[in-house]
């Protein structure tokens, strides 16, 4: 049974549970669960993160935590019972979790691995705190350390400030609002902080200077690596200032053996030490490490003779340096220790060695020896910040390695009260002494002792440095003949201070002999004593001491025998009668000095305080001893404090009428001595001291009255500092008045009391005199009030002690109030009274309700008199923020109320016109941008508005009540209103608080919400009926629209975590603004008209917010405007407009989603339902609906990573909407730039054009004014026409569209002529002329057209379920588009098949794309068809102004006859009709209407023949008309496809399908079409005869045979004709003559339909032969049995780079069929890719030919700039590249041409043959001229291919009027803008074999053939062909890669090159595999030869 759960309340998940049972609910590892209920081992509870999901899970899976449980029962809530800190950093880390992943994914990495270490440091922290074992110090360090983590992740992230105070979360609603945003900005500064450690933090408002940070160097020895000294050592580190050239530290001594370890075992790893106490100030000085190595042995290192072995001297070694500065760097970061290693250098003369240090920091090399390698001294270094105490907590390891403390040579910056010191710093200086006879100098070593009175040597009180014991005897090193040593040694003397009263020092001097003996000799001594008779010490100087003589005989026993002596020059002078018979004598020529330095707490070196401390010695003196004690420096005051102070109040009882004065005096000098920060530290000395040993019981009376006396004085004095001083000593001034009254008062049991209160009176009505006087014309003055303010809140403490709170609140007011007003006092005073009220505040005095009472009204008089002037608003702030944070936490008192009461009546109206001047100064400031005063920083602003909103909190409704009735007026109401309002309101807009002060911002938003809803009673009771005021409600609806719309109240955008917190907390206060909006909005009545349409933008903001409760309490106030309007109007035009615009403008803001179109649509339709005006209501809500739809496709398309095409058709849809549906010219005009701009990003300049002809066309040629718009100045409509005009014909000339910019010019012209202006006609006109040139001679290329089909409820709305025509882009193919919209939409599924999809796919959720490509249906029919029209213009026709395109399927009907399949191959045809013709405004259009004909197969035939027909017309008409000049070799090549297809059987096919008796029985309907198809064959026998006569008339002599075998042939065409066709037995004239003998040149026969022929300009005529190129992947029918060769001829004259012969890959998008059946390579993956192209298929791949007929006839792509010539249609890389000549057939339609076979198997045989001998000659030419004018027309390939006269061998070709097998491809000659060609196309191919179609290795590969052929062909009579062109095996390429470049132009080839291009065999071997090799470019000047010749062979003839 399950029973609730009593303890076990919380815990956490300790192993996943995936809820296998009943109920079980599914939990993660770490995930915190509620626990409700129990039941044998199981519990049932609730996972905190899905609090609504319960369920079961295992009770050993959970780890119980203890927790506070709240509101037992249903609804209870469970906090755990853990430090804060750590639920934070729980929460902390799992929602850092998931962002960090994000980091990743988003590739920021750096902040990733940053992010990842601070998230472990977190985990670990969190673990150590968990743990339990850490100390209180520890915790809190813990804690910080987290604490800043946790700040910087936030920041880091984005996330919220979390506002802290000690390092707890604090609870916004314990705190005032000033006390909650000073947190945030202290949060805010640690985050910055805890990156750059400072050292010293800012002083906070109220709170005493802090002290400057100690720093400490701690530093370890770690060894002395490759030491050669070979003796014992001693290492002396200490730190030297190079700028004041003296040592600041003691000397840190380390002894190391002679193998460089050191000397004491137990020193190993200790050799440490921390130099203590260096101020910031040292920190920046430029400081060394400096390390003195000392020897100790030998007096010479290398010279064993030298001196007797059992002696050591300490000898000097070596020194080695260290900069400070350049090491801080690198290790004021590290939490850790850091080596160098520091090199010794020895020193060249020993008499330098004091300043060795010096010479190496200098770098005076010539004084050192560097060693020989980098060995030296190891050291590590680490760098401490802190007091000591915080060091030995921080870092107890290094104290307990046995750390030497070496402490700083004088005292620190700070002296604390218990730093007992007593240290005597000697340094051994110098020392002059005779030779004494010797030849040599001496050496020199000084013994030291210091005695005390009775001759007994102190032991252990001298200390060579810290780390080793101090000894009692000093021997100094010794310097080797020298009688002038210089030491400079530093040694601590440690004497204790009983004992250094009648010590002395004496030195002993000796001459070391390094002769055999080796004895020191003495021979002379100095002494001085360490204090002076009158009890001062020895002074901080350098003492140069008298050298006595004595000898080892001598004796010191009796030290009073010399101490009698003199021992310096001074001590001489002081005594002038010494006997001269004493056994010492002086010796005058020898002097020795020291220098010492005292640092002693106890010691002193002033005369004048000892004589102060022993006054009564000195009675007479005492005025001027107590006169002279602001003399003495502050150090020693400070160690003598108690003393002083006993002896001033001992003298000050002695006479008080005498001394008085002088003591008060004396007072105030030491009170102000401890304000300095170097003695702040003996304040606490003082406290103790009056508490603890003050005893001067009657000194109160004296110090009241000097007190007043200087007061009273204030007025007349013009010297006032003594009486400023006396201000200042204030506070300890009254702490001894008062300790003093208290013991009196105590030894007398109170007596005098009223006395002392009267005085105390007294004194204050002297201190509110002082406070009077008007200070303007005196500065001094000013200081004394100043110097009186700052100190007096000091004294409250004080006087506490003696008086109630109520009288101690009187006397500060009465002081308070006694200041002249604002306007009397200067500005620095102003400041000095605030800070003074600022700190009254503060102070304890006015935490008790009963002072604030009484102080409170002074207060707030001067703030509200300041912030009325607007000054000192700061301080303002600061003191109104205190008073809020003392009301706040005693807000459960009874007098608080009365105390807001007073705060609203004083403040509220002030704080508000104060914000509203302060935010409008920051904006203009920022409009400005010009210098910003500090009043209007957004701090500034900060503090103001917390403390408006603390007191906005702090009202209850009684205030609001009060504050509301106690207007006056209503004027002042609506005023205060406004002010109120507009304050909001800014809040809002201007983000006072940053962003990531989400606390902040919601308990604004929330003291906003409450408080809107106490004012907008007043709002509706007092603005509504007659005194309606539209200022006022429209201010309340753009608060509250605004308010709705912050940024930090959009719950949708936060963790579910976050979003609970704030609900349970605050709410949705969007929800109970709405209400509020609402009700007022109800509460308006018939006003509503005035905010119509003015509210409907905001209103319509507020219900796209994503909140479903907002949206439907808003939504219905549009059908309430609607309402309101229709009845006004009559109609809802205005709501309309403005809704409409409104929407297009937020949605593209990114509100609303599909749910609010819905919402929306459901809410107003049910509220229209009921109204008279339902139609048009439905209607215009059906319409915004329809309109939001758009809008929502146009948003995620732009903000999308989407591709233009996608933008471009999102935008043309939602355009053609505002025009269409809505008719929103304006919206329509803003979308065209919108797409105009796009079109251009794309470079898509026509359709640019297109998009702003639509403007061009709203605007007339007028003069009326239009407005500014958009970019557009205001002009008139005629300027902005004519600029447009100009815009669109410049974008058609950039987009080659210059039949399309030729109207436009036009129109200008006539407008032009219309005003006479002749210039601009002029530039017009020429302009015209310009683009009718370009038509001419510029290269355009052709596009593809695909056809699209999006398919699935996936896509956008404007594609979903329809069909688009897309015009491709430049040399664009099939495979190409289709990989462009499978990369534009990654989620299509692409479609195998063309058929019409079903339904299933048009309504499943996915997207599916279809794609194939179509052929345009020119409309301009006529201008194709007429023969005189250059070719170059007909292109243009083909393929623009295009609204028809249709595609092709072959299909079989009935049974297939295999001998001839023409018989059953029917023709599907699909024609698509557009919307609009391309190219428009898209570059893709809709398809409104498709129709469906299927073609017979004798329809078929008809077309075929028909189109071939006109084609041959058009030709042989333009050479009748001498249109082609000169070369006539285009009709060559297409007399010789028709005729040599013919005579193979071509047309032959035809007649054995339709003419034979079976079909025409069977077929009787047909016998029309079967004459009709008679005629065309009779007629185009005619017109070859018409064509043979003008070949024959303008043949070259040496095309002769070509001519003679093409007459030949045609006789056996007719012949074959003949017995079918009778009527065609009358031939030509022209075709008689002589036959000459077939010429093995091929062309593919493509017939072609008359509305599809495809013209395209060209820059000049073929005069050349070009290379041929087949691509032959055709299926076709089986007649060919023989293997047809193909012959191919090459020519190694014609103008093409070699690059050029390799751009022969199969096209992607179309592959050639043949006329049966071909596999399209356009329809997409019905054939493998390399399937397109290859010679033939084996049977089983055959029955892909079928669908290959539904690709469209293809109209080779890229016709005028790819190929300057020709291409055949079936877009493949045209496969016969510069034949004959270079030449394009047209698109045709399919056909059924049985001409057409493959050749199923067999050889490629290309010959080399009877043209061999020309291609060593220059070819003749055409004129220059002839190369760039004549245009090139199409010409039909021959339907079957020739049988070569070379070999017998049928060289079959599959050509196919469907697909143009055969395509044309030509090189540029005349001129090219096009770029240069590709070169990357077959060079990296491997070569490879070809002998059959069975040794391909896969029955796909596609082939190309470059078949170059010469320009003039002589006889045919086979020549063996020489090696100089190598057979060459072309290797098809890739079908992917992009089309070839067009050719450079004009590079004529070198007749002598021998690497030619093409597939060549020698006749010889014509059987040998085929190599591939590849032909280069040759230089330009053989080039020129070439075409020189070619032209002189032309003129000749």
Not at 789 to 801: G, V
Not at 931 to 947: D, F, H, K, L, N
Not at 1579 to 1600: D, S, T, Y
């Given at each position: ?39 044998e ?16 899970f ?58 990842r270490?601070?998230m ?19 915790v ?11 700040d ?5 992230l ?6 802290r ?19 945030h ?9 805890s990156?750059?450690?400072?050292d ?6 109220g ?22 000294i070979?003796e ?47 101020s ?20 010479l ?31 004021s ?18 008499n ?19 060693p ?45 009260p ?15 002494f005779e ?9 020199i ?16 009180c ?21 009688n ?18 009648g ?5 002993e ?7 055999d ?13 360490l ?32 101490l ?32 010492t ?9 002033n ?14 003196r ?8 602001r003399?003495?420096s502050?150090e ?28 008060f ?27 603890k040993?003050?005893?001067?019981a ?9 007190l ?18 006396a ?63 700052n ?7 004080e ?6 709170v109520?009288?101690?609140?009187e ?21 000095v ?19 604030r ?7 707030l008089?001067?703030?509200?008199l ?34 807001v ?15 509203l ?6 904006q203009?400031?920022e409009?400005?941008?010009?210098q ?5 920083t ?10 408006l909103?603390s ?13 509301l ?15 109120s ?14 962003r990531?002060?989400m ?17 907008s ?5 007092n ?30 955008s ?15 206060m ?19 008209i ?21 949206r ?5 106030i ?6 309101w ?11 309309e407009?403005?809704l ?51 809008l ?23 355009m ?7 008719n ?13 701009d796009?079109?251009?990003?794309a470079e ?8 702003l ?8 040629w ?28 410049h974008?058609?000339?950039k ?11 036009r ?22 002329a ?14 593809e ?9 996936k ?28 990369s ?19 309504q ?10 179509v052929t ?9 068809q007429?023969?005189r ?23 079989h ?11 059953s ?9 557009l ?13 409104e209407?498709?129709e ?50 013919a ?12 003419f034979?008796?079976d ?12 004459t ?30 070509l ?24 031939l ?27 013209l ?88 892909n ?6 690709l ?7 016709s ?15 496969n ?5 000549f ?36 220059a ?42 097998v055969?395509?044309l491809?030509?090189s ?9 060609p ?26 190309r ?13 086979s020549?063996?062909?020489?090696s ?5 095996g ?7 890669d ?14 002598n ?13 014509k ?12 230089s ?8 020189v ?9």
């Amino acid at each position: 049974m399950w029973t609730p759960t009593e303890e076990e309340k919380y815990g956490v998940v300790i192993c996943s549970f995936r809820g296998p049972v009943p109920q079980g609910l599914v939990l993660e590892l770490g995930e915190t669960v509620q626990i409700l209920e129990k039941c044998e081992g199981w519990y049932r509870g609730v996972s905190i993160k899905k609090p609504n999901v319960k369920g079961i899970f295992p009770a050993n899976y959970i780890h119980l935590k203890k927790a506070v449980v709240s509101n037992r029962g249903q609804y209870e809530t469970v906090v755990p019972l853990e430090d804060s800190v750590i639920t934070e950093v729980t929460a902390t880390l799992q929602e850092w979790a998931a962002l960090w992943k994000q980091l990743y994914v988003k590739h920021k990495i750096d902040l990733f691995y940053k992010l990842r270490h601070v998230m472990n440091e977190l985990i670990d922290l969190r673990r150590q705190l968990l743990s339990g074992h850490l100390t209180q110090d520890q915790v809190r360090e813990v804690k910080r350390h987290l604490t800043v983590r946790l700040d910087w992740g936030n920041e880091h992230l984005g996330l919220d400030l979390v506002p802290r105070k000690d390092f707890e979360v604090v609870d916004s609603d314990q705190i005032s609002v000033s006390d909650l945003y000073k947190m945030h900005l202290s949060s805010r500064h640690s985050v910055q902080q805890s990156t750059s450690q400072v050292d010293t933090i800012r002083p906070r408002h109220g709170e005493a200077c802090r002290l400057p940070v100690p720093h400490h160097f701690f530093l370890s020895l770690k060894s002395f690596t490759y030491n050669t000294i070979g003796e014992d050592a001693d290492v002396f580190f200490f730190l030297y200032d190079v700028r004041e050239g003296k040592q600041i530290s003691e000397r840190f001594l380390v002894r190391l053996n002679k193998n460089g370890g050191p000397k004491n075992p137990e020193k190993i790893d200790r050799m440490c030490a921390l130099f203590t106490d260096l101020s910031s100030k040292d920190m920046k000085k430029d400081l060394y490490i400096v390390a003195h190595v000392i020897r100790i042995g030998r007096m010479l290192l290398n010279d064993t003779r030298k001196g007797p072995s059992h002696l050591c001297y300490r000898r000097p070694y070596g020194c080695a340096v260290l900069s400070v500065m350049d090491v801080i760097p690198s290790i004021s970061e590290l939490k850790e220790e850091k080596d160098f290693v520091l090199k010794v250098y020895t020193c060249n003369n020993e008499n330098e060695w004091y300043q060795i240090h010096e010479n190496i920091i200098r770098k005076s090399s010539t004084k050192y020896t560097a060693p020989s390698s980098n060995y030296g001294l190891i050291i590590s270094l680490q760098l401490l910040r802190g007091e000591m105490e915080q060091i030995r907590r921080e870092y107890p390891m290094i104290f307990n390695r046995g750390v030497a403390v070496t402490r700083k040579i004088g005292f620190p910056d700070v002296i604390m009260p218990g730093d007992i010191r007593n240290d005597l710093y000697l340094t051994l200086e110098k020392g002059d002494f005779e030779r004494g006879g010797k030849s040599v100098q001496k050496n020199i070593e000084v013994t030291m002792y210091v005695l005390y009175a009775d001759g007994e040597i102190l032991k252990e009180c001298i200390s060579l440095g810290s780390g080793e014991p101090s000894r009692s005897v000093y021997h100094s090193f010794v310097l080797y003949h020298s009688n002038s040593p210089r030491w400079g040694e530093v040694i601590k003397l440690p004497i204790p201070i009983d004992r250094f009263r009648g010590s002395h020092l004496r030195f002993e001097f000796r001459h070391c002999s390094t002769k055999d003996k080796g004895e020191k000799k003495l021979f002379g001594f100095a002494f001085t004593p360490l204090m002076r008779d009158d009890g001062t010490t020895l002074s901080d100087d350098i003492h140069e001491l008298y050298v006595y003589k004595c000898d080892e005989n001598s004796t010191f026993n009796n030290h009073a025998l010399y101490l009698g002596l003199p021992c310096c020059k001074e001590d001489y002078n002081g005594c002038p009668n010494i006997p001269s018979s004493l056994i010492f004598q002086r010796s005058t020529k020898e002097s020795f000095s020291v220098s010492t330095q005292l640092s002693s707490t106890k010691l002193t070196q002033n005369v004048d305080l000892l004589a102060l401390l022993k006054w009564k010695a000195y009675p007479d003196r005492v005025m001027d001893i107590l006169g002279r004690l602001r003399h003495v420096s502050g150090e020693e005051i400070v160690k003598f404090l108690q003393d002083i102070l006993d002896t001033l109040f001992v003298i000050l009882d002695d006479n008080t009428e005498k001394y008085g004065l002088l003591v008060f005096q004396s007072l105030v000098f030491i009170i102000n001595l401890l304000r300095d920060s170097k003695y702040f530290h003996f304040r606490p000395v003082m406290d103790t001291y009056i508490q603890k040993h003050f005893a001067g019981a009657l000194a109160y009376k004296e110090l009241i009255r000097c007190l007043k006396w200087y007061m009273d004085r204030s007025a007349e004095l013009v010297r006032q500092d003594h009486i400023q001083e006396a201000m200042r000593a204030l506070e300890y001034l009254f702490k001894f008045i008062v300790q003093s009254r208290i013991l009196y008062s105590r030894a007398t049991c109170g007596m005098e009391e009223e006395q002392f209160r009267a005085s105390i009176q007294e004194l204050f009505q002297s201190i509110r005199f002082v406070l009077s006087l008007d200070s303007r014309s005196s500065e001094t003055l000013i200081f004394t009030q100043a110097a009186l303010l700052n100190s007096f809140p000091a004294i409250f403490d004080e006087l506490l002690q003696m008086f109630t709170v109520q009288e101690v609140a009187e006397f500060v007011r009465g002081t308070l109030g006694s200041m002249p007003s604002t306007v009397h006092i200067g500005q620095s005073m102003d400041v000095v009274k605030l800070q003074s009220i600022a700190r009254t505040v503060d102070s304890r005095l006015f935490s008790f309700s009963e002072s604030r009472r009484i102080l409170l009204p002074v207060v707030l008089h001067h703030i509200h008199l300041h912030l009325r002037q607007q000054k000192e608003l700061l301080i303002c702030s600061g003191i109104l923020s205190s008073i809020f944070s003392i009301i706040k936490t005693s807000s459960m008192e009874a007098g608080v109320l009365e105390e807001v009461e007073m705060m609203v009546e004083s403040l509220l109206d002030v704080l508000l016109q104060t914000l509203l001047t302060i935010m409008s100064k920051s904006q203009s400031q920022e409009a400005v941008r010009g210098q910003r005063c500090p009043q209007c920083t957004a701090e500034i602003t900060g503090e103001y508005v917390s403390c408006l909103l603390s007191l906005l909190r702090q009202m209850s409704d009684t205030h609001f009540q009060h504050l509301l009735d106690n207007f006056q007026s209503k004027d002042e109401l609506k005023e205060f209103l406004l002010k109120s309002f507009c304050v909001f309101r800014n809040l809002m807009k201007m983000n006072v608080f940053p962003r990531d002060w989400m606390v902040m911002r919601l308990l604004t938003s929330n003291i906003i919400v409450t408080t809107v809803q106490y004012l907008s009673p007043a709002l509706h009771k007092n603005f509504t009926e007659t005194d309606f005021d539209f200022k006022v409600w429209n201010s309340y609806f753009s608060l509250s629209v605004l308010f709705i719309n912050q940024p930090s109240l959009q719950l949708e955008s936060v963790t579910p975590a976050k979003r609970k917190k704030i609900l349970d907390k605050y709410g949705d206060m969007r929800v109970m603004m709405a209400y509020e909006l609402f009700s007022m909005w109800q509460n308006l009545g018939e006003h509503k008209i005035h905010f119509i349409p003015g509210m409907i933008g905001p209103f319509l903001g507020v219900t796209l917010v994503p909140q479903p409760e907002v949206r439907n309490i808003m939504i219905p106030i549009f059908h309430d405007m609607m309402d309101w309007e229709q009845r006004k109007n009559g109609s809802f035009k205005q709501v309309e407009a403005e809704l409409i615009d409104k929407l297009d403008s937020l949605v593209s803001e990114g509100k609303g989603d599909e749910n609010y179109r819905e919402l929306f649509s459901l809410l107003l339709l049910e509220k229209i339902e009921q109204e008279t005006w339902r139609e048009t209501g439905v209607s215009f809500v059906t319409s915004v609906t329809r309109l939001m739809e758009r809008l929502l496709d146009y948003r995620d398309c732009m903000k999308g990573d989407e591709t233009e095409n996608k933008k471009i058709g999102c935008t043309v849809n939602l355009m053609n909407f505002y025009k269409s549906e809505i008719n929103k010219e304006e919206m329509y005009i803003r979308y065209i730039h919108k797409l105009c701009d796009m079109h251009l990003q794309a470079e898509n300049y026509t359709e640019a054009a297109f998009t702003l002809l639509l403007y061009c066309e709203l605007l007339q040629w007028e003069e009326r004014p239009l407005r500014e718009f958009l970019h557009y100045p205001s002009q008139t409509e005629w300027q902005r026409k004519e600029g447009l005009c100009r815009k669109i014909i410049h974008y058609f000339n950039k987009g080659k569209s210059w039949e399309f910019g030729i109207p436009l010019c036009r129109e200008l012209a006539i407008q032009y002529e219309s005003l006479y202006d002749y210039q601009s006609l002029s530039w017009i006109r020429k302009m015209e002329a310009t683009y009718y040139d370009n038509i001419m001679e510029q290269q355009r290329l052709e596009p593809e057209f695909f056809r699209v089909g999006f398919y699935g409820r996936k896509f956008p709305f404007f594609l979903r379920n329809k069909e688009y025509v897309c015009r491709g882009h430049d040399y664009e193919r099939l495979e190409a588009f289709q990989q462009r919209m499978l990369s534009e939409f990654p989620q299509a599924i692409a479609m195998q098949h063309p058929n019409h999809p079903d339904d299933s796919i048009l309504q499943c959720d996915a997207q599916y794309l279809q794609i194939y490509a179509v052929t345009p249906i020119p409309d301009n029919i006529e201008v194709l068809q007429m023969d005189r029209v250059p070719d170059r213009i007909k292109s243009f026709y083909r393929v623009n102004n295009i609204r028809k395109f249709r595609y092709d399927r072959p299909f079989h009907k009935g049974p297939k006859d295999k001998e001839n399949e023409f018989k059953s191959l029917w023709i599907e045809r699909t024609t698509l009709t557009l919307t609009h013709s391309l190219p428009g405004i898209s570059r893709w259009f809709e398809v409104e209407r498709r129709e469906l004909v299927e073609v017979s197969p004798l329809e078929n035939a008809i077309q075929v023949v028909e189109n071939k027909n006109q084609e041959l017309r058009t030709l042989i008409s333009q050479y009748q008309h001498k249109q082609m000049h000169g070369n006539i070799n285009l009709l060559s090549m297409c007399l010789n496809g028709v005729i040599d297809a013919a005579v193979n059987g071509g047309i032959a096919r035809y007649q054995e399908a339709f003419f034979d008796r079976d079909y025409i029985t069977t077929h009787p309907g047909d016998a029309e079409k079967i004459t009709q198809l008679k005629e065309l064959m009779h007629e185009q026998v005619h017109i070859l005869g018409v064509g043979l006569a003008v070949h024959e008339k303008f043949v070259h002599p040496e095309m002769r045979p070509l001519h003679k075998k093409l007459v030949d042939q045609f006789q056996m065409m007719r012949s074959s004709l003949y017995h079918e066709l009778p009527a065609l037995d009358k031939l030509s004239p022209a075709c008689s003559g002589t036959s000459t003998p077939r010429s093995s040149m091929l062309v593919s026969h493509s017939p072609m339909s008359p509305e599809s022929i495809k013209l395209v300009h060209r820059h000049s005529p073929l005069n050349m032969l070009g290379t041929v190129r087949h691509s032959s992947s055709s299926l076709s029918s089986h007649t060919s049995s023989e293997a047809g060769n193909l012959v191919i001829l090459t020519d190694s004259s014609v103008g093409e780079t070699a690059e050029d012969m390799y751009h022969m890959q199969a096209s992607p998008s179309t592959s050639s069929l043949s006329s049966t059946h071909s596999a399209p390579s356009q329809m997409i993956n019905s054939a493998p890719p390399s399937a397109r192209g290859s010679p033939s298929l084996p049977d089983k791949y055959r029955h892909n030919r079928e669908l290959m007929m539904l690709l469209p006839t293809h109209r080779d792509r890229p016709s005028s700039a790819m190929y300057p010539a020709a291409i055949m249609e079936n877009g493949q890389h045209p496969n016969f590249q510069r034949a004959l000549f270079q030449q394009v057939t047209g698109p045709c339609k399919p056909c059924s041409d049985p001409n057409l076979s493959v050749a199923e198997k067999g050889h490629y045989s290309l010959h080399f043959d009877a043209f061999h001998h020309h291609l060593n000659d220059a070819p003749p030419a055409l004129p220059a001229r002839t190369l760039r004018k004549s245009p090139l027309h199409p010409i039909p390939a021959s339907p079957t291919s020739p049988q070569s006269g070379l070999d017998g061998s049928n060289s079959t070709l599959s050509g196919s009027a469907s697909s143009g097998v055969s395509s044309l491809s030509e090189s540029n000659f005349g001129h090219s803008s096009e770029p240069p060609p590709r070169t990357d196309t077959m060079d990296s191919v491997p070569s490879q074999t070809w002998n059959t179609d069975e040794d391909l290795e896969t029955p796909y590969l596609p082939v190309r053939y470059s078949l170059s052929e010469p320009d003039v062909l002589e006889t045919l009579k086979s020549q063996p062909c020489r090696s100089h062109s190598a057979p060459t095996g072309v290797i098809p390429q890739d079908a992917m890669d992009p089309p070839a470049l067009p050719p450079k132009p004009y590079h004529s080839r070198h007749p002598n090159m021998e690497n030619e291009e093409g597939i060549i065999l020698e006749e010889d071997e014509k059987h040998r595999a085929l190599h591939r090799k590849i032909s280069q470019p040759i230089s330009g000047a053989k080039e020129e030869q070439a075409r020189v010749a070619w032209e002189h062979g032309i003129s000749e003839q």
